[in-house]
């Protein structure tokens, strides 16, 4: 076993108390993902307390568990580091790991394409040396400390994905992680009831240029109308290294050309002077600045950048974020984790491409605030543009595009995706590529699943 922490570092980062001497491999919150010898942390939310769950955590094979007392009817030999707080204690160890790492960080963020971009940081840092990159979305006040903590000694690399949907979420968050390139991968409407316009997403999204690691740089996406309010904001922290990706000419990090096929994309791009052609798992234009995004922050860290291009040809689109499979004859695009006006053209845009019919499953975007039915009306731009044969829509504001769409694409409307699915069922037929898409809360991956087990 590769010790990640003993308990004496551990007592030292939270000024706990360790019941028994331990070493533990890795970190977990939760006991259906917990790894033999991993460090189990009762985290107390609003609805749950995993002080419950720290028996099965045992059982299950943890090495030790953090918490605040005793859980009820657990062996007295079990060792414990107790602490004050555990979400206090879990940032300490997060606090801790980046103190003591000699890795390279980047600290990811954007309204759409972070957690695809993080996945081709991982794939293409990887190619160059030792990398770890936060699981899943793990990217809030949770999530950051505990990818933080997981961070494995002797790594060279490490990327971290940063979200939020409030002001100073990410600062907070970002000065834990001090990454030495900062990365915003676009600006878009998401999370713009809590915000208001796209400015003020773009000054909360820019917090990821404090707390910057000495002589860090600001990468930032030339291709949206913020750009110049995002360099401002690097500049007025002080950050004097500042990279543009994007199409522009003037950018630092240019694409010049990307070509879909079945497969996935060939993309030509000029990352800081040095001529790049990569080979990528995965086809559309937002994937393509993705890449070129990634690349940059390769460029950045002083990494061989052809050794990372030619890498990313192991990338391919993940569940929820464009992932394909075949089901029963037809082809499905799963889009189905989240949602907002630029990710749904993105997605629209990849089907438009598809061979046979061009079939829509959409479900609402959420968090759109009082320009949400506007919003949603206004996704039959995109729709045309990619000529979409056949929409199926579900939910309260899907409805507004439903209201606008020429009555030969309307497929089916449903006020939820449960509602929804037996209308897709029948209608889809062989040859067939369907699109599915919606935010997380509109539970479009219901209808996912069910297209997988789909029979001819």
């Known amino acids: 076993m590769t010790a990640l922490w003993t308990s004496a570092e551990m007592e030292a980062a939270t000024l706990g108390h360790a019941t028994a001497a331990f070493v533990a491999s890795g970190v977990s919150i939760d006991t259906r993902t917990l790894q033999s010898g991993d460090l189990f942390i009762a985290l107390k939310g609003e609805n749950r307390d995993a002080h419950a769950f720290v028996g099965a955590a045992f059982e299950a094979g943890a090495a030790a568990a953090l918490v605040t007392r005793r859980p009820e009817g657990l062996d007295g030999k079990s060792p414990l580091l107790i602490v004050a707080n555990t979400q206090r204690a879990l940032e300490d160890l997060g606090h801790a790991s980046r103190a003591r790492t000699s890795a390279k960080i980047v600290g990811v963020t954007g309204s759409a394409g972070k957690t695809t971009t993080k996945e081709m940081l991982r794939i293409a840092l990887g190619a160059i040396g030792p990398t770890y990159a936060s699981a899943a979305s793990h990217n809030n006040h949770w999530g950051v400390p505990l990818s933080l903590a997981s961070l494995p000694r002797g790594s060279r690399f ?17 000065a834990l992680v001090r990454p030495h390139v900062a990365l915003i991968t676009t600006i878009a409407p998401a999370h713009i009831e809590f915000f208001g316009t796209c400015e003020a997403i773009a000054d909360a999204k820019s917090e990821i240029f404090e707390s910057l690691a000495p002589g ?13 309010r995002l360099v401002a904001r690097a500049r007025q922290v002080g950050v004097s290294r500042i990279l543009r990706f994007g ?8 694409l010049l050309e990307a070509v879909d096929d079945a497969d996935g994309q060939t993309i030509r791009a000029d990352i800081c002077g040095k001529p790049i052609h990569a080979r990528i798992g995965a086809p559309g234009g937002h994937i393509a600045s993705n890449a070129v995004a990634a690349l940059a922050a390769v460029m950045l860290l002083d990494g061989d950048v052809f050794d990372a291009a030619a890498a990313l040809k192991e990338f391919s689109a993940l569940k929820g974020r ?51 039915r506007r919003l949603h009306a206004l996704l039959l731009a995109p729709l045309e543009e990619a000529d979409v044969d056949l929409v199926f829509a579900s939910g309260p504001m899907m409805k507004s595009l439903w209201d606008v769409l020429p009555k030969q694409k309307q497929g089916a409307y449903a006020p939820s995706s449960t509602e929804l699915l037996p209308s897709v069922a029948r209608s889809v037929r062989q040859g067939d590529t369907v699109l599915v898409k919606g935010s997380n809360g509109s539970k479009m991956g219901l209808i996912v699943e069910a297209l997988k087990v789909r029979e001819v």
């Open 247 to 254: 199409r522009a000419q003037d950018c630092e990090a240019r």
């Open 216 to 228: 860090g740089a600001a990468l930032i996406p030339a291709d949206v109308r913020e750009a110049e």
């Open 158 to 174: 490490g990327v971290f994905e940063i979200g939020m949907n409030h002001y100073g979420e990410i600062r907070a968050l970002n």
């Open 322 to 372: 464009g992932a394909r499979f075949d089901a029963g004859g037809i082809r499905v695009i799963d889009e189905s984790y989240n949602a907002n006006p630029a990710s749904m053209a993105a997605a629209l845009s990849v089907l438009g491409k598809a061979k046979g019919r061009r079939i829509a499953v959409l479900g609402d975007m959420l968090e759109m605030g009082e320009e949400a």
